[in-house]
């Protein structure tokens, strides 16, 4: 995972609904980056696991709902894990947003939302493996 304040040198791939797929010149690993509000200024970035092929599907389903909701699961899974000095940029977006008006602070006062599709970040495997087998057939 990267922060805003920690920029990673990647090209983009597509971009979609709020969303893009950037890749890695060096390895060609992947990553999935939302610009998180206030302004859209605040970009985020996770590890994609699949293919291109995966990303440019789910990115359709509900002008993106579901990519979107994995996007903020893996930040709610992972953000405590970073590095402080990357703990220390979410902290600073947390704050950017009065502490209320984003889904972490949300998930830890216990007001998220019920999400549609994804609630923990593993569940967009039922979705790939479901591509995948559309693939196939």
Not at 6 to 26: A, F
């Amino acid at each position: 995972m990267w922060t805003f304040g920690h920029y990673p040198k990647l090209i983009k791939v597509k971009s979609r609904n709020y969303m893009s797929l950037e890749q890695c010149p060096e390895c060609g690993h992947q990553w999935c980056m939302v610009p998180e509000e206030p302004f859209g200024s605040f970009p985020f970035w996770v590890s994609w696991p699949y293919e291109q092929q995966v990303f440019d599907l789910l990115i359709q389903k509900e002008r993106g709902l579901l990519l979107h909701e994995w996007h903020e699961a893996m930040i709610l899974e992972n953000w405590q894990s970073l590095p402080a000095f990357e703990r220390e940029y979410v902290e600073q977006w947390r704050n950017r947003t009065g502490r209320k008006h984003n889904f972490i602070d949300e998930h830890l006062n216990k007001e998220r939302r019920p999400k549609k599709y994804i609630e923990k970040s593993w569940d967009i495997e039922k979705f790939a493996i479901n591509i995948y087998q559309n693939f196939r057939n």
